[in-house]
């Protein structure tokens, strides 16, 4: 009983967590607008420095009142693309991330020595080979990320930039242009014999004896560390 309310309490606390950051920003002097182009007003402000960029080691990066303009910006973008834009980038999307996924378990699940031996290590290189490189080649290529779009498109809709409906629809094509994505990956990379056999089986059954409560908050955990990912590539100033 004790570890459901601890989970429950974990997840209301994360969901409400990105209404507090959005607010914060808001209260810096900021005043998004509709333009037609993605570049938004910001007033003068005594909270911002007068410096564009804070920096850092090779390079510049924006202010965090300036990565949620830009995070807005981005989700005004994504939220009143049209139709059929919306969901051949949602597809693109899905194949990205499935991508990533058998490049995970080509490389990272099929090293059973360093597993055995040094299972951090195996932690590691699962984690850095695949999904960092698909979520790269989504934000490069501008393409539409459920996932990414949870908080992009929630922080236009904020801001006024789109409706709510607009969001919804958007939430709605791209989750379903992920899935079909995605599937399309699977049956090539089975149709090429590249599907990866063991390991793959290995992954998907650790994943299907979880509980609901954990799928679910590890699912959530997930999610919110793409959101911050995402935001993070709005903060950067170029792409090294």
């Avoid at 958007?170 to 994505?181: A, E, K, M, Q």
Wanted: aromatic share 8%.
């Amino acid at each position: 009983m004790s570890s459901n309310l601890l989970a429950f309490g974990m997840f209301w606390w994360l969901s409400i967590s990105p209404l507090f950051t959005m607010t914060a920003a808001r209260t810096q002097g900021i005043t998004l607008q509709h333009p037609t182009n993605l570049c938004l007003s910001v007033k003068k402000s005594k909270v911002l420095p007068s410096n564009r960029a804070i920096l850092v080691r090779g390079g510049g990066a924006k202010t965090p009142a300036e990565t949620f303009q830009a995070y807005a910006a981005l989700g005004k973008r994504q939220g009143t693309m049209a139709a059929k834009p919306m969901a051949l980038q949602s597809l693109l999307a899905g194949m990205f991330i499935a991508m990533g996924g058998v490049l995970a378990v080509s490389v990272g699940a099929s090293i059973p020595g360093i597993k055995s031996a040094n299972p951090g290590l195996q932690r590691i290189v699962l984690g850095a080979f695949g999904l960092p490189f698909g979520l790269i080649m989504v934000v490069l290529t501008g393409a539409q990320l459920f996932t990414g779009n949870t908080a992009l498109v929630s922080a236009a809709a904020f801001e006024g930039l789109v409706t709510f409906p607009q969001l919804l629809n958007n939430w709605l094509v791209s989750f379903t242009g992920n899935l079909i994505g995605s599937l399309i990956v699977v049956i090539l990379i089975t149709i090429g014999g590249a599907a990866g056999g063991e390991s793959v089986i290995a992954v998907a059954e650790a994943k299907c004896s979880l509980s609901f409560i954990q799928a679910f908050v590890r699912g959530f955990l997930c999610n919110w560390m793409v959101c911050i990912a995402i935001w993070s590539a709005n903060a950067a100033t170029d792409v090294a």
